[in-house]
């Protein structure tokens, strides 16, 4: 750890990481001897563990289970914490948020125990959620969200952030990271949309995948690694009604078309382990699954690592989903189903059930091997053996800078301008009173979002103290010009209508930051995705006061704003773009920042009707802003589209793709290119265009570059039928970058 003192992570990462690949993978044989070494030692140590202690690796439980409150503070009750190691041979732990000295102290504490107290001495895995960086870490770096990331379209930050994160996680003694949510962004009605990387499998697997590799190779000054967690197996981000854990009917041509390529990607890149749906899909609670969770993903997908479920989520599949007559029948679905451990939290009823069934010959003890396997053969890659502590030495003021601009500039590089009536951005000039109003205008908590030191987002008392509202960046940033702020209360009901008539007056020009409060799962549920009508009115009645008007969202998800937007001349997007979000929020309306994001979702334009942009041709898309959109201050200008064969006789021929992108504006900027395809027929209906790649590109004022993508075309235009047999059609395709579009057939010899 000493090594990261005062560097950017990024300039560390981008050094070793090439080293790291090599030794991973210049020689299989030493990859080979290495994981033999391991098996043979997981091999000697289960054949020395009782039934009870192999069951306990298979529980998790919540820190709040051995807190003196029953809380997540990490105030120790040494009693309960010793009857869950020695007693009760607990292997894992989960959750808590503090500050990282206490962090330190806590894990310790807690691996001594495990290590030097219990019988065998099998240390333990600290899960936690950190889900856009070291979000429970009171010192920790706070990033965008996911989907405020996945606007960026720029795997290079995903890695960046990914290797922070873990470089964060490490030096809190925290080896299992809950991250990255895998599941696609479909359905804006999900409360946990914002987690995604989107509406686009293609994304999501792709930034999961780079996400996962990113973290699980970072480096630490103690040679221990982290373990990733892609989530959740699968389906959950669709529920029919849109609430959360609710259940979802997916048909299988769907499910493997659309929801299984990111789990596939995650996979592919590594994945130690797999978080389960905790919903339902088709009429089956996924947690006892057995064609989700061992037919497709242990058998067809070859996941190899930890399958972990949701929080108490075997007990739900009987009191919740009533798909069991009794909770030690969930159990033995669950384990038959293939779930390696399983989430407890504050219940050692796991321990109990299975040791009932086990006795009663329900479960047989090599069954029960077979997750144990799985799981200290992850704690021996992970280096728990070798070191199970944290870093003696609290190196978080050292790094607390430099992470704290990458966060910055990832919002930078992620947040969208939709909107730019007549270029009214950048304010460079013009308006010198600006009001600055809504629910988000003064607060940290909003820029933040949820799992920020707690589920559900902490109170603003608690956020960073060294961080900027909106209001505050903008009165820094526009230093000449008077910059005001009306407090309209969270909700946008607790302020007097007269009152804000006479602020609106007073000013030129009306920032309007309108969105969403905080939420987390279930909590996020709601029946109407229009904005509330209190943050509605506040645009209107600076509209009819005739003031130029911009809308800064921060929000999970698309809320509609249909009705309002014509008032509006510019409108930005920027989801929760973490704790540097209002420094990049206030570069971009200066424009010191040219916006370079662009949308990974479809804004809807009506709360009733969305559609992604992969929808079929009976289908119409009638979006606010399209998937892709995004403006900049630049422009860019698409030219010379070619192929290297418009005749294809081999699905597994190599085709390059090459378009010219030029920049024809006045200053620098990045443009995203989007390489988009149509198989114009197939005998299971096809979208009207699928991406297949992305690309981000920097250009000065006048330059220009050829951009170049080879592809083998069975990979991308192959698809699954319902039994997940992928092949790639004779036919025509078409393939679209921004408004060009060129056609190919492929016709077997």
């Not at 973490?578 to 920042?593: D, K, T």
């Amino acid at each position: 750890m000493k090594a990261l003192q005062n560097k950017s992570i990024y300039m560390i990462f981008k050094k070793f990481i090439p080293v790291i690949l090599l030794l991973l993978f210049a020689g299989s044989c030493t990859f080979d001897t290495k994981d033999q070494e391991i098996g043979e030692k997981v091999e000697i140590l289960l054949k020395q563990m009782t039934i009870e202690e192999k069951i306990g690796q298979m529980t998790q439980a919540c820190l709040s289970n051995i807190t003196l409150n029953g809380n997540k503070n990490l105030d120790m009750n040494p009693d309960l914490f010793r009857e869950a190691i020695i007693n009760q041979h607990i292997g894992s732990f989960i959750s808590g948020t503090g500050p990282a000295q206490k962090w330190i102290d806590f894990i310790t504490e807690l691996q001594r125990v495990a290590v030097t107290e219990s019988r065998l001495g099998i240390p333990l895995l600290i899960g936690i959620d950190h889900v856009h960086g070291g979000n429970y870490i009171d010192e920790g770096t706070i990033f965008p969200h996911n989907i405020t990331l996945s606007c960026s379209f720029d795997t290079s930050l995903i890695c960046r952030g990914a290797a922070i994160t873990a470089v964060e996680t490490l030096a809190a003694g925290i080896n299992w990271n809950f991250a990255p949510v895998c599941d696609i962004g479909k359905n804006p009605y999900w409360p946990r949309f914002y987690e995604t990387f989107g509406e686009d499998p293609y994304v999501c697997g792709i930034m999961s995948a780079a996400y996962i590799r990113a973290q699980q190779d970072s480096i630490s000054g103690e040679n221990r690694l982290l373990a990733t967690t892609a989530k959740h197996f699968i389906g959950y981000s669709d529920p029919k009604s849109g609430w959360d854990r609710t259940p979802a009917e997916i048909p299988d041509q769907i499910l493997f078309e659309q929801f299984l390529p990111p789990f596939r990607m995650a996979v592919d890149a590594g994945v130690k382990t797999v978080m389960v749906n905790s919903g339902e899909v088709n009429g089956v609670p996924v947690h006892v699954s057995k064609k989700l969770l061992t037919k497709i993903l242990r058998d067809e997908l070859n996941f190899k690592g930890v399958l972990v479920t949701d929080i108490k989520d075997i007990m739900k599949v009987h009191e919740e989903h009533k798909g069991a007559e009794t909770e030690k029948m969930a159990t033995l679905m669950a384990l038959d189903a293939g779930i390696d451990i399983s989430m407890a939290c504050n219940s050692y009823d796991f321990i109990t059930l299975t040791k009932e069934l086990i006795d009663e010959g329900e479960i047989s003890e090599d069954r029960i091997d077979e997750s144990v396997r799985r799981i200290l053969r992850m704690k021996f890659e992970l280096g728990l053996f070798d070191n199970p502590y944290p870093p003696k030495s609290n190196e978080f003021g050292s790094f607390r800078k430099a992470h704290l601009d990458e966060s910055q500039r990832m919002a930078e590089a992620s947040i969208v301008l939709l909107k730019n009536k007549d270029q009214i951005l950048p304010l460079s000039r013009g308006a010198q009173r600006i009001l600055v109003s809504g629910p988000g205008a003064d607060s940290k908590r909003m820029l933040n979002g949820a799992w920020t030191l707690e589920w559900m987002g902490a109170e603003e008392s608690r956020q960073p103290k060294e961080m900027n509202s909106l209001f505050q960046a903008l009165s820094e940033e526009f230093t000449e010009k008077k910059i005001s702020h009306f407090e309209t209360g969270s909700d946008s009901k607790q302020f007097s209508e007269k009152s804000y008539m006479k602020a609106l007056e007073q000013n030129d020009l009306v920032i309007l930051v309108l969105g969403e409060q905080p939420y987390s799962e279930f909590k996020g549920n709601i029946s109407d995705l229009t904005l509330p009508a209190e943050q509605l009115e506040l645009a209107r009645m600076a509209y009819d006061m005739g003031k130029q008007l911009i809308i800064v969202l921060i929000e999970g998800r698309p809320r509609t704003i249909t009705s309002i937007e014509p008032y509006a001349s510019a409108v930005i997007f920027a989801g929760y773009p973490g704790e540097r979000g209002a420094e990049a929020l206030s570069g971009i309306i200066s424009g010191r920042v040219n916006p370079s994001g662009k949308l990974s979702f479809s804004y809807p334009m009506f709360p009733g009707h969305f559609t992604p942009y992969y929808h079929k041709n009976f289908d119409k898309s009638e979006n606010l802003y399209a998937f892709g959109h995004g403006m900049s201050y630049t422009e860019f200008e698409y030219s010379q589209l070619s192929l290297s064969d418009t005749l294809l006789h081999s699905p597994d021929q190599n085709l390059t793709i090459s378009v010219k992108l030029k920049n024809t504006g006045k200053r620098e900027g990045a443009e995203t290119l989007l390489f988009f395809f149509r198989d114009e027929k197939g005998k299971i209906t096809r979208p009207v265009k699928q991406l297949f790649h992305f690309d981000k590109i920097n250009l000065l004022p006048g330059q220009e570059k050829t951009v170049s993508v080879s592809i083998v075309p069975a990979d991308i235009f192959s698809y699954p039928d319902d039994k997940n047999n992928w092949a790639m059609e004779e036919g025509e395709f078409t393939l679209l970058i921004g408004d060009l579009q060129k056609s190919l057939r492929f016709l077997r010899d």
